[in-house]
């Protein structure tokens, strides 16, 4: 029943996070330090022990290093020149934008983790639309493109790596090979369809 009560207040925290200001990893640590709270109160501390062995470091390593690599190229001025490029080989039109918004979204999406790439994107996304006069369509495109794209690889997402982190821990390993050849040329599909979505709803 605690449990119960700890994850429905993470569904909370997180569905009113814009209005209490609270950052999901925010969110994240306080929901975990709960969880180890309740745990120990129900089943001891040796319970606890076992949960913080079990903790996958290696994806949270990569993670950190992930998230630090994102933030230095939104401190040292890369996205804005990734904005002005891309408003600059678009010629400020916005089907041409669009494309460029979903399918480099995509290919960066299957090498970069999706979530701090499209929190990142976010700003430049803001420049275009302030420069071009579009915005929503380029939310749609960041959105679709981010998603999707993900799907790509074995590191595209926080699924992918999880998945495939508790799948060779139980003995049944996924190589980029195998991954790939299921899902790449899927993801490629998806992008093309939801181009001609995006073109047949707002362009």
Same mark, same amino acid.
């Given at each position: 029943?605690?449990?119960?009560?700890?994850?429905?207040?993470?569904?909370?925290?997180?569905?009113?996070?814009?209005?209490?200001?609270?950052?999901?990893?925010?969110?994240?640590?306080?929901?975990?330090?709960?969880?180890?709270?309740?745990?120990?109160?129900?089943?001891?501390?040796?319970?606890?022990?076992?949960?913080?062995?079990?903790?996958?470091?290696?994806?949270?390593?990569?993670?950190?290093?992930?998230?630090?690599?994102?933030?230095?190229?939104?401190?040292?001025?890369?996205?804005?020149?990734?904005?002005?490029?891309?408003?600059?080989?678009?010629? #400020?039109?916005?089907?041409?934008?669009?494309?460029?918004?979903?399918?480099?979204?995509?290919?960066?999406?299957?090498?970069?983790?999706?979530?701090?790439?499209?929190?990142?994107?976010?700003?430049?996304?803001?420049?275009?639309?302030?420069?071009?006069?579009?915005?929503?369509?380029?939310?749609?495109?960041?959105?679709?493109?981010?998603?999707?794209?993900?799907?790509?690889?074995?590191?595209?997402?926080?699924?992918?790596?999880?998945?495939?982190?508790?799948?060779?821990?139980?003995?049944?390993?996924?190589?980029? #090979?195998? =991954?790939?050849?299921?899902?790449?040329?899927?993801?490629?599909?998806?992008?093309?369809?939801?181009?001609? =979505?995006?073109?047949?709803?707002?362009?």
């Amino acid at each position: 029943l605690a449990s119960a009560g700890v994850f429905l207040l993470a569904v909370i925290l997180l569905v009113t996070h814009a209005m209490t200001e609270l950052s999901v990893a925010c969110i994240g640590v306080l929901v975990a330090a709960l969880t180890l709270l309740v745990a120990c109160l129900t089943n001891g501390k040796q319970t606890v022990a076992e949960i913080i062995k079990a903790v996958d470091y290696k994806t949270l390593l990569f993670f950190v290093g992930l998230f630090v690599s994102v933030s230095g190229l939104e401190e040292t001025g890369v996205l804005d020149i990734i904005a002005q490029f891309i408003t600059a080989v678009s010629g #400020g039109k916005p089907a041409v934008i669009v494309v460029i918004i979903l399918w480099v979204s995509a290919l960066t999406s299957a090498f970069v983790d999706n979530i701090p790439f499209a929190a990142t994107m976010i700003p430049v996304i803001r420049s275009i639309a302030a420069a071009s006069g579009i915005d929503l369509v380029l939310s749609w495109a960041l959105s679709l493109g981010t998603d999707f794209g993900g799907n790509a690889t074995p590191i595209g997402a926080s699924a992918n790596v999880v998945g495939t982190s508790v799948a060779a821990k139980g003995g049944y390993p996924i190589g980029w #090979g195998r =991954y790939c050849r299921y899902c790449a040329g899927a993801t490629v599909l998806v992008i093309a369809v939801s181009t001609g =979505y995006l073109f047949l709803r707002y362009l």
